[in-house]
């Protein structure tokens, strides 16, 4: 479908989510600084750190028309593995929890939908956390994931219609 101009200046919003002090946990945020470094985006997508936030993410999701989540997540499959989560398979449900301080990615996914907030074009891009445990940076294999990530996310971006340029690196002559 072509993109309208009035289109173009929807709302996209890219959320690097984790931990970097949690070892993978912190790929969402590796990933996030990677398209900030090497990528140009057009105008009306937000790159935006999402780090732990929980609850207070709300807003941001729910202003979002279209959403790409970016996070270490646990598929059941090998270390390292690229996952990639439509809309429709992304967890979100409410669980009982022992604190306020508790709430994580899946509650605030459950109350967007609940609202009926939760942008129709949401997916949700990572890979398979070989470590997570205390340790900063990421375990080398999902260092090496890195790239592939952002990649999944650049492609869904120009599907979406948005124009993406890699960066052109300069160097010293």
Known sequence: MPMTPEADRRS????????PLMGDDGL????????????????GIE???????????LPLIEDADRLILIDAIRGGVAPG???????????MYIAHKFSPH???LKEVLALAELRGTLAEETVAFG????????????????????DAVAQLVIDRLVAWGHECEPRVAVTDA
Do not use: K, Y
Not at 12 to 19: M, Q, R, S
């Open 47 to 57: 790159l935006v750190d999402g780090g732990t936030w929980g609850m207070n993410l």
């Open 102 to 104: 508790q709430v994580d």
């Open 28 to 43: 969402g945020l590796a990933v996030l600084e990677r398209l900030r470094r090497e990528w140009d985006v057009p105008p």
């Open 81 to 91: 593995d690229l996952i990639t989560l439509e809309r429709d398979q992304l967890p």
């Open 12 to 19: 996209t919003v890219i959320l690097g989510l984790g931990n």
């Open 127 to 146: 890979a398979e956390p070989a470590l997570v445990e205390l340790q900063f940076g990421l375990s080398p294999l999902l260092e090496t994931r890195v």
